[in-house]
């Protein structure tokens, strides 16, 4: 595609780099006219170019082919912001240069231009930067496209337009597409009702790209567009008017503006004059936290701006470092000199003042701080940030290419500097970032991406199979927790031992012993049912892991409500022999024990004949982690599962509660009391752990949680009966029962 359209879409904010010492192209060009335009400028092993829009005008240069072009300076009034993104860049870099463990011997200049936010200037601009100083442009002459083999990252096109690698393979940006800001403009513009809205954008294709999505995007939820308006590049007064005419003609209140601050001043300081405060604007990313309109002027007008900035963050050590800048005559502090003159309204000494229009000279001694303006603010950096990452992009891109730190290369301090290798390179480092894509040819500008569950090696060059992790029976975490397991298992099987060898004692007598038996035999399988949680997960296993969980609790939980209800109605008959006894008697308390469980059951056999959970290699973790997991289809249908348990338990906890008073010795509704506490208390901790636990550590959570309530039913409702019948065999007496031995 022509180069000039290139540029339009991809360079007009650019942060690009060239290698100083790779020069790969032997035909020669010449390069027609002359370009001096200001440059700040380091010189480095490796320079790293840089375009701004310090200025928002850029005259037109008339072509007329008889004479060579002469170069037209940047006009209108100096962008602070910009200026501070400038500096951003310099501090990026002065900080790598001073960074041992980052590109070690290796030193980083740069050279800084102004875009002047204008296609013809930034294309200029563009291969000064690529060729350097040199007056002859090294290029094939069949393609000068050759002359942008630069890696172009961009710090602030946002155009969805650049996210098409086969039209723009070299292009890479920190800052994201205007497919996301398009869809939070739209839902934000529907979230107030606005139906009947109207659109102002440039001749650019940020603003043709963004006001087309955002009209697609409107017209499906039904809204519609009023009117659509372009600003021209270099408005004149009659086309400003015409704009605001038909703005205020419009019975549209809301307008959507694709633009700049600079392209939108003039229109909005016009808009001001006309007192023309009814609209309520909206604003893309690229204006809405641009101080350059918060003059006061514009308070009427801009009033209740809505619109989506890039996130702030703060850059330690980059407020220091702005506050430091000093003008001078030196050309390297060429735009220093012009933000000083522009910021305290005074001319420098340093040239010819005949052409500025301050007639004040400046002492060069002006204290920034006590200034506030969009250079001094670093609060919340956002654009900053943006150019600060491109920076480092390259710095980590480089480091890696130049073999820094490696082992082969004899030294961990030192790059290999002699490597010779083209900016493309260097895109391609940056390019396969994504974590399934590698590319094992030189110079390639797409990535191979790996096959299903393989993931890159450390150079990117090769796909290996990926590292698959679950809960094993073999690492140390599965050992504790199956040990854990049957530890619980062997304790329940001696408490059951002891109670049938004292079968016919008071103690376990009084307590129900045929729910006692049962609530062992239930305690056994709620340990047991953990087992099938720990291994590489199966489509049995995964069916048979919640299933045995719920089934287990629910026959646990029942035993220990019926126990519970007879504990009650024991105490709570008047007379011996009582009705209610008789209502709720052994085959009473089996059917209800039944029908609780018949529940769970058919809970869990309708979830697993619907949505059961299958094997699952979860592959969102980074470090070439393969995650196998049971992955639920319905996950309803567990915190079902554990919400009828729930339910059981907070029944057994208000009758124990209740029953915790009755007069005895050995009242057993204040253990089970004490044990729906402890119950209670880890599985209500266990919801937030185990949502967000990553990995197998999730499996973990549950089987801990599962072992945790176990043990503390068991313990709470059956050792101290055990102490009794072992070491305290006084009191498994009727007399000492009833608390009626003497003392």
């Not at 408005?235 to 209140?253: D, K, M, R, V």
């Not at 329940?492 to 129900?512: C, D, E, M």
């Amino acid at each position: 595609m022509p180069v000039t359209k290139l540029v339009a879409l991809g360079l007009l904010l650019l942060l690009c780099f060239s290698v100083v010492f790779c020069n790969a192209l032997d035909n020669r060009c010449w390069t027609l006219g002359d370009f001096n335009s200001p440059v700040l400028e380091q010189d480095g092993d490796i320079v790293i170019g840089g375009l701004f829009p310090m200025h928002y005008i850029a005259l037109e240069t008339d072509h007329n082919y008889s004479e060579r072009p002469q170069h037209q300076e940047c006009s209108g009034r100096f962008d602070f912001r910009a200026f501070r993104w400038v500096q951003t860049m310099v501090f990026a870099i002065e900080e790598i240069n001073s960074n041992s463990s980052l590109l070690p011997g290796v030193t980083l200049g740069y050279r800084i231009l102004d875009s002047c936010d204008h296609v013809h200037t930034s294309l200029r601009s563009t291969l000064f930067l690529v060729n350097g100083t040199s007056s002859q442009t090294q290029a094939n002459a069949d393609g000068s496209a050759k002359c942008l083999s630069s890696a172009p990252i961009s710090y602030f096109a946002t155009c969805t337009c650049l996210t098409d690698k086969k039209e723009y393979p070299s292009f890479l940006r920190t800052v994201p597409s205007d497919v996301f800001q398009v869809q939070g403009l739209v839902q934000l513009v529907s979230h107030f009702g606005w139906r009947w809205v109207g659109t102002v954008g440039t001749d650019d294709d940020y603003s043709h790209y963004g006001i087309q999505a955002f009209t697609e995007q409107l017209e499906k939820l039904g809204g519609c567009i009023a009117f659509h308006h372009t600003i021209p590049k270099a408005p004149s007064q009659a086309q400003i008017h015409a704009i605001l005419n038909s703005l205020e003609g419009s019975t549209a209140q809301v307008i959507i503006a694709f633009a700049t601050e600079g392209q939108l001043l003039e229109l909005l300081v016009e808009a001001a004059h006309r007192n023309l405060t009814r609209m309520q604007w909206v604003a893309s990313e690229a204006w809405v936290t641009a101080k350059l309109l918060t003059i006061p002027e514009l308070h009427p007008v801009l009033d209740g701006t809505l619109g989506f900035a890039f996130r702030g963050t703060t850059i330690p050590g980059l407020a220091e470092f702005l506050l430091r800048v000093r003008p001078s005559p030196k050309p390297e502090s060429v735009f220093t000199n012009m933000f000083w003159e522009e910021l305290f309204g005074c001319r420098l000494g340093y040239k010819d003042g005949g052409d500025s229009e301050f007639s004040s000279l400046c002492t060069g001694s002006e204290d920034l701080m006590e200034t506030e303006n969009s250079y001094t603010d670093v609060s919340r950096v956002r654009i900053s940030y943006n150019v600060y990452k491109a920076v480092y992009a390259i710095a980590h891109a480089l480091h890696q290419l130049l073999q820094c730190g490696s082992k082969e290369h004899g030294s961990d301090h030192i790059c290999k500097t002699e490597s010779k290798f083209s900016p493309w390179q260097v895109i391609f480092l940056c390019l396969c970032v994504c974590v399934w894509e590698i590319s094992n040819i030189s110079g390639a500008t797409e990535c191979i991406k790996c096959p299903q569950y393989y993931w890159p090696n450390n150079e990117r060059v090769s796909c290996v199979a990926g590292i698959e992790e679950f809960l094993s029976y073999h690492e140390i975490m599965g050992i504790i927790l199956i040990s854990l397991s049957l530890f619980g298992v062997a304790v329940a099987t001696v408490i059951t031992g002891i109670f049938f060898l004292f079968r016919s004692t008071p103690i376990v007598k009084a307590n129900n012993s045929e729910m006692s038996f049962l609530l062992l035999l239930s305690l056994k399988l709620c340990f047991l049912c953990s087992l099938v949680f720990v291994g590489r997960p199966s489509p049995w296993t995964c069916r048979a892991r919640q299933a045995a969980f719920g089934i287990s609790f629910v026959l646990c939980i029942s035993c220990i409500l019926v126990k519970t209800i007879v504990v009650l109605l024991a105490f709570r008959s008047t007379m011996p022999g009582s009705i209610s006894l008789k209502l709720f008697g052994p085959p009473q308390q089996r059917v209800f024990i039944f029908c609780c469980t018949t529940g769970q059951v058919i809970l869990c056999a309708c979830w697993l004949a619907l949505a059961p959970p299958y094997p699952y290699k979860n592959t969102s973790y980074q470090g070439g982690k393969i995650v196998l997991e049971c992955k639920d289809v319905w996950p309803l249908g567990f915190y079902l599962a554990l919400g009828y348990i729930g339910l059981l338990s907070c029944m057994c906890f208000a009758l124990s509660f209740l029953g915790r008073k009755l007069p005895d010795t050995f009242n057993e509704a204040k253990l089970i009391t004490f044990s729906m506490l402890i119950f209670f208390a880890v599985w209500i901790s266990f919801i937030p752990a185990y949502n967000s636990s990553p990995g197998k550590y999730t499996v973990a959570v549950e089987i801990f949680a599962i072992l945790a309530s176990t043990f503390g039913l068991l313990f709470c409702i059956f050792v101290p009966k055990c102490y009794v019948i072992l070491l305290r065999p006084d009191l498994n007496t009727k007399k000492g029962m009833t608390g009626k031995m003497s003392k």
